[in-house]
């Protein structure tokens, strides 16, 4: 049978392991928070960079649109004169997309056109706005991880508190409910 000096020595032993396993876990709970929070940071900033590129191309697509509208007023307005000097001008002032349009059924300007002069700032704002997505999840991700690094630092200041306990009732009780956050910290931290 045990002695209470030889019980008193193995607490001790599990004490400092508590204390050297929550430091560790504090720490690399912290280290993965601190990552996915850099990436999140670099994300956020750079899908905003981008949603700003997709909207000059908005803009620029409007621009374009708006002139093909001047070009094809002026197509229209020539072919009705008879005149296909400037008929021939407006026409090859178009954008290919107009030109394309003025060939289907459905055109000038009709949904197929849009699309296709929208297409590029489509693009780069779908892009954007995944990246701001992933942002989202990354910084999400980095909330988690603090919670598994406030639930492991409490562990080890129960463990802390147990060391400097007198009574023997004290240390186990503080230690098991250091032991508790050990197992929470860690289902916090697979959790994520």
Known sequence: MEDDADKDKRLEIIMTAMIAIL?????????????ENSSSTHDYFTSQSILVDANSLYLEANQAIIYDFTM???YYLANA???TNTSDYYYFSMSDALKDSLERGTGPFDEQYYDEMYEN???VYEDGTLLAF???EQNTASDEYQLAVLISAVGLSLTGWAALMKTKRLKV???TCSIFCLIMTSIQTLSV
Request: proline residues 0%; without cysteine; negative net charge.
């Open 23 to 35: 430091s560790i876990s504090t720490a690399g709970t912290a280290y993965f928070s601190h990552m």
């Open 72 to 74: 094809y007023d002026g």
């Open 81 to 83: 004169t008879g005149d």
């Open 121 to 123: 700032a489509e693009s």
């Open 134 to 136: 992933d942002a989202a």
């Open 173 to 175: 009780t503080f230690l």
